[in-house]
């Protein structure tokens, strides 16, 4: 089993629709969670972060997490083109050291 | 405020030669991170320093990779002798302290192409 796991996509949506991107992981003690944008070919950047049980909201981006579950997902509300990435999802083990990436999710949004 | 810093851009070199890649990371930040990513995989963190100590190496091929941090600032990437497998871009990324709530910010990446 993969300590982060993401569905590796294509994931397809038109643009205006609501994008869900889903993540699980294995280590149950793990503390925070992370959402990176990686454009083709340039390097991770910051989409948010989130370390309690619910939902976190940052403009069209909401953070949902559940550790009961182990399971973390970023909604992207009004998808454009603009958003065809691919999304990482990282979690953050129990003593904050080591950040384990999972192998991201592909998204396209078709104008 | 500058990002992080990291040269070269783009590295050919053939199997069994050394390479080194240098990284600066964002003022005050005292944490720094290399990364190897292979094309379609997720980032694998190789070493974390805390200023100039290293906090976790354990994905670390010590045979043939060594990293330094001197002064707790610059850091040093080596890679000796080479393989063709290390072909991937190597990401150096940093943060104010190394906390669980801490923020990575990722450099723009060192891309090796071993032949």
């Known amino acids: 089993q993969k300590e982060v796991e993401q569905n590796s996509g294509p994931l397809s949506v038109p643009e205006g629709a609501i994008a869900s991107l889903n993540c699980t992981y294995s280590d149950r003690g793990s503390q925070s969670f992370f959402w990176y944008r990686q454009y083709s070919g340039k390097s991770p950047e910051l989409i948010m972060f989130i370390y309690s049980n619910g939902d976190k909201e940052d403009g069209r981006f909401t953070a949902q997490l559940n550790k009961a579950s182990q399971y973390v997902s970023l909604l992207i509300r009004d998808s454009q083109p603009s958003d065809s990435a691919t999304y990482l999802c990282?979690?953050?083990?129990?003593?904050?050291?080591?950040?384990?990436f999972g192998a991201g999710t592909r998204l396209f949004v078709k104008a | 405020e500058a990002g992080v810093a990291q040269s070269p851009r783009y590295k050919i070199i053939e199997k069994r030669q050394s390479v080194a890649f240098w990284c600066n990371p964002i003022s005050g930040h005292a944490t720094l991170y290399w990364y190897q990513q292979i094309l379609g995989q997720g980032p694998k963190l190789l070493i974390q320093f805390q200023n100039n100590g290293v906090v976790d190496d354990s994905q670390l091929p010590k045979d043939r990779f060594s990293a330094e941090r001197l002064k707790g600032v610059d850091s040093t990437l080596k890679i000796q002798p080479a393989k063709l497998e290390d072909s991937a871009v190597y990401l150096c990324a940093s943060s104010l302290a190394g906390t669980y709530t801490d923020t990575q910010y990722f450099g723009p990446g060192t891309r090796l192409t071993v032949l």
């Open positions: 990282a979690v953050k083990n129990t003593g904050g050291f080591k950040t384990i």
